[in-house]
């Protein structure tokens, strides 16, 4: 068996997007010349990155996946930038969509909507998380009765 080094894993995982996106560009119909337009790239950077000769930033996939109408996570996910989350993807897909955030940003709100899910899923539903200083919310249901 031959163990990849890190420059073939990054080669190999370049190719499977790169493929990915001719895939999806073709399948919506646009041309490399449209969709380079609308993700503000040159058709021969585009063309390398289908061809999985380039491996682009998560800005390029963001506005490659606007051009194909398609996910971002999607892209983000094949390209290697992130794990497949559980939980509300269109939530996670309106983090990741967000233009004012970086990257690091992105990454760290997506870590902690996970972990609230995850605690939530293995606590108990009944209990109630307190804020400091605000009122018991049961108790203000049958305060105004």
């Known amino acids: 068996m031959i163990v990849e080094g890190p420059k073939e894993q990054a080669k190999r995982s370049g190719a499977a997007i ?3 996106i001719r895939e999806q560009r073709e399948q919506a119909q646009v041309s490399l010349r449209q969709l380079a337009r609308v993700a503000g790239v040159s058709n021969p950077y585009l063309s390398q990155i289908e061809r999985g000769l380039r491996k682009p930033s998560a800005d390029i996939l963001q506005q490659i996946a606007k051009g194909l109408r398609i996910s971002a996570e999607q892209l983000y996910i094949r390209a290697g930038f992130l794990e497949f989350r559980d939980g509300n993807q269109e939530i996670v897909a309106a ?10 940003q992105k990454q760290v709100l997506l870590d902690i909507y996970e972990s609230f899910r995850r605690e939530n899923t293995t606590g108990d539903r009944d209990t109630v998380d307190a804020v400091p200083g605000a009122p018991d919310p049961r108790s203000i249901a049958g305060a105004g009765a």
């Open 95 to 104: 983090i990741l969509a967000d233009e004012q955030l970086g990257e690091r």
């Open 18 to 20: 790169g493929e990915f």
